[in-house]
């Protein structure tokens, strides 16, 4: 009787594992489809974002940002933000939207989530309104790095001179 017990404890657990093989397998063809859907466009991926259980692209071609299905055309964009917990610490303005001489942005959100996770965004002004790009809370610096990224790419479009 032991014995089988334990054939089917086994034989629970192989299956088990095998189903999350299967769905790990579904996962990566399906980021790599997305990742593949992106160069195609002419693309560049500048951060894949922790979403709920998927990752969402955030990416940049010639005239946009795109974030996830999103559409962010470059022109349109007056300033950008970094915020941590809804703060923000770095901002840059938009040398072809000399009416946002600073981005002042009203988005402040008060969420404690401790100490050791600290909520990072992006805050993207535009003239059709403001885009949080929400980057997570993942310890160690990830979300930071992911944020960084983001808000590295666009203030460096949007202070580049006119062409």
Known sequence: MRDLLAGLIALFLLVVALSLIGALQVYRRRRATARVEAFARGARIVAELPTGSDLT???????????????????R??????????????????LAHPEAVAPVLTIIDEQFEGLLRDRWD????????????????????????????????IRVEIERPAR
């Open 57 to 75: 692209l955030f990416t940049e071609d010639a005239e946009a940002f795109a974030y996830g299905e999103r559409r962010i055309e470059k022109r």
């Open 77 to 94: 964009i007056r300033g950008v933000q970094l915020l941590i917990n809804g703060a923000p610490i770095a901002a840059a303005a938009s």
């Open 122 to 153: 992006v805050a993207i002004d535009t003239l059709d309104g403001v885009v949080t790009v929400e980057c997570g809370a993942i310890r160690e610096r990830v979300s930071q790095e992911l944020a960084r990224q983001i808000f590295d790419a």
